[in-house]
């Protein structure tokens, strides 16, 4: 029988790891866990394997701060994409929804997250100066601040906004198809390729 939380064992120590991803509690961990164990062979060793090649060799992109095994990533490496255009987004996981949609040819800026004096997140908190630097790049022409449209979200765009505005570039926001309250991550690929075409000027 499995032992109480209490307890130090291995199993414990898995469960108590797991339950700190996002959207894993206590009971999602348990049986999370439960799911490894019984699939050891087929899925816990190749699990444990890719966690520790992941841990090895992704990193941060120096440029935009997409997670690559590249550094530079494939992205700001590629010469098919579109230098001229970079979109902003809060976290990773937006970029990746973005690119699932295949909507957007530009290039990437992931700031870390959004401005919430609730929490004590400043400007120097999140990654903005250095899009303030690739703001002077001379082929660029349009920064697309594609912010999630939360309270916190808005208001991260808006002082990005404040502190382009002195550069001759063309400052554009999501429009239509963004839901207020929406994450871009939970956004359809549709909503989002409707959203980046409807883009209006900040």
Known sequence: MYKSSSSTNELDHLISLLSKIAGLGPRSARRAALQLIKKKDSLMRP?????????ENVHPCVNCGNLDVENPCHICESSKRDNSQICVVE???DLWALERSGSFRGLYHVIGGTLSALDGVGPSDLNISALIERASIPELKEIIIATNATVDGQTTAHYIMEQLKSFDITISRLAHGVPIGG????????????????RRPF
């Open 91 to 93: 976290d990773v996981s």
């Open 183 to 198: 994450e871009l991550d939970y956004l359809d690929d549709g909503t989002l390729t409707t959203a980046l075409n409807s």
């Open 47 to 55: 699990l444990a394997g890719a966690l520790s090649d992941v841990a």
